[in-house]
Structures are given as C-alpha cells and as structure tokens.
C-alpha cells in the first residue's frame, strides 16, 4: 500500500445541523482527486474508515481515511481494493487491472492470492489486528464456478474452509478471536439452499435462520455475535441477529426484503432494505427501538437519501451510501450523544 498522505478537505463536508435534531450529524466523504465519490467499505473502532471510488471504465481505486487524512489502497477491476479492515489498520480486498487477473491482498501480506491460487480468481473479505485473511477463490468447475472459502493466516499458511454437506462456501468476516463466518450451499442443492455457519475453535456451529431454507451471514463481531439475512417460514427475507445459540428477527419496514450488513456489541445492527417499489434505504436497528429508518435518526441536508448503511463501531458511529441529487455519496455519521 502507498503511504503517501493527502488531505480529505474540501472534498468532505459536515452538516451544521443543530445535534439536538438527530442522534447522529452528517459527513460527506466526499470525492478522490479523480471526481469519483469515495463510498465506505468498512470502519473500525479508531475511526478510521476504507472506502472505494469507483472510476470510468470499471476501474475503483481504495483509499484509507484516517481523520481529514486519506491514503491509497489499492486499485482493482470492478471489485473493491479494500474491502475490510482491521482494528489496527490492517487492510484486504482485491487487486488486478482485469478481470481475468483479480487476486486477494492484504497490506501487510501483498497479493498472496497469486502465491497460493495461481491464475485463480480470489478476493479477500475479512481480515483482524493478528493479520489472518479470510475471503474466497473462484475456480472453473464447468458450466458454473466452484467458490472455496479460505483461510491465509498471518503466520503464512492458507487453507481452505469446508462446511458440512461440501459444496460451495463463502467467508465473509472474522474477529480477532478467530471465529469466522461462512456461508455454504450443499452439492447439488440450489442456490436458493444456502446455509450459515460460524466457524469457532475448528467447530462448525450451524446458524438455525428463520424457518426458510436460506440463511446468509455478513458481519461478526468482536464477541462473536453474528448478523445477515434469512427467509423466514412464510418466505419473506429479513434481517437476523445470532447470539450463543439464539437467534432473532430484526423484522423489516414497509414489507421490504431486510439484510443486516454489520453491528456491534453495543446490540446495534445496521443495513439495508429493499422496497416492493424496487429502491433501497438505510436501517439502524437496536433492541430498545426496534428497527428504524436512519434517515430519521439525523437531520439531512435537502436532497439527500440514505440507500445503505455498511458498518457500525463500538462508538456507533454509522458508514454507508447515500444518493444526493441523483449521485451517489458516501457518508459517515457521528453519535452526537458524546460517548
């Protein structure tokens, strides 16, 4: 990774709203020296933030922001440079100028997916302050494509991670405890048959969902609570919550599809809903509120609509993609509650 710092200012900008309108005040992450809108990918519990600017011709370009400070990170073809991050700043995600050429890095480890999958197509998706590196690898399997799940460790070895029943696998985080999460579907099965799981201490740990035959988990956190998207009996997709064996519905709004894409343990989980009207908007969701529109939670400039929202830290500080004015930005957004 470049280490070259540049200032973020003018491209961000903080709302002036009174903080007694909302629970949150609003950043515009603003632009790279390119125009692109840098969109976040991941914060952690410095504050500091990675984030994608996806530029002409399918390029994105990674950027590390630390305060009013941003550093590059990566650049790779139509997937994200960096797309996780550490609580000591470790990053992973992407690299490769083609398609046919996207290998998993990590900043302090370089492109080890070409190292261990050579020709293979791989992307990294989680990554902890130890430096183990979880993501998949893509390889040709006839008519569709085979994905194992993998494991790099910092120490240098890399192996891959085989849920019961087999099948194609997923790992989508990991803390810095080492519990992973993976999403698997079973040979033979459809797509539609995907099963979550946390892998723990070498111990695959099943994630029961919500009664429908599919279950996919995105985020872990550093106690090992664990939140995604299932369907539910009546087959409706909503958002769940997976603590110590129990597992709980976040619901949805408006009889939208809910998935959870991060939380904390502070128990606030955040993500997206997909209207029946086909648009997107932003949740936050916390066992005393239930689950809210985000846009409510902060009073926003005119012209702007919260579409996702990515990550959470422990401060509850909230990352995400707006639209302003038919554009897309990037956002962060501070507790004004002083914590």
């Not at 992450?29 to 994608?52: R, S």
């Not at 990566?74 to 083609?98: E, I, K, R, V």
Request: glycine share 14%; with cysteine; proline share 4%.
């Amino acid at each position: 990774m470049q280490t070259a710092a540049r200032t973020l200012f003018p491209f961000a900008f903080a709302s002036r709203a009174d903080a007694a309108a909302g629970e949150y005040s609003l950043t515009d992450l603003g632009e790279d020296d390119a125009g692109a809108a840098l969109l976040p990918v991941a914060i952690n519990d410095a504050g500091e933030i990675c984030a994608a600017a996806h530029r002409a011709g399918g390029l994105v370009q990674g950027w590390l922001v630390r305060g009013a400070q941003r550093e590059p990170a990566g650049t790779a073809m139509c997937h994200d440079p960096a797309s996780c991050l550490s609580g000591n700043g470790h990053l992973a995600g992407t690299t490769g100028a083609a398609l046919r050429e996207v290998r998993a890095w990590a900043s302090h480890l370089g492109a080890f997916g070409e190292k261990h999958w050579p020709g293979i197509a791989s992307f990294a998706h989680g990554v902890n302050a130890r430096g183990d590196v979880v993501g998949s690898a893509l390889f040709d399997a006839g008519e569709f494509g085979l994905s194992r799940a993998f494991l790099r460790t910092a120490a240098g070895g890399a192996k891959f991670l085989t849920p019961p029943h087999g099948g194609t696998a997923y790992a989508t985080a990991i803390n810095d405890a080492g519990d992973v999460t993976v999403n698997s579907t079973p040979l033979g099965a459809s797509r539609d048959d995907s099963r979550a799981w946390l892998l723990r201490e070498d111990c695959y740990i099943a994630l029961p969902g919500l009664g429908g035959r599919r279950a996919w988990a995105a985020a872990v956190t550093p106690r090992g609570r664990v939140t995604g998207r299932a369907l539910t009996a009546g087959g409706a997709t909503h958002a769940f919550w997976w603590d110590d064996g129990v597992t709980t519905d976040l619901g949805t709004l408006e009889g939208g599809a809910s998935e959870a894409l991060a939380a904390n343990d502070q128990l606030t989980a955040v993500g997206r809903v997909l209207r029946p009207d086909g648009t997107r908007r932003a949740f936050r969701w916390t066992p005393d509120d239930g689950m809210k529109w985000l846009d409510t939670l902060v009073s926003l400039p005119r012209g702007w609509t919260l579409r996702e929202a990515v990550g959470v830290n422990a401060r509850g500080d909230i990352i995400g993609t707006a639209v302003r004015r038919g554009r897309a930005r990037g956002f962060l957004l501070r507790t004004t509650s002083g914590a």
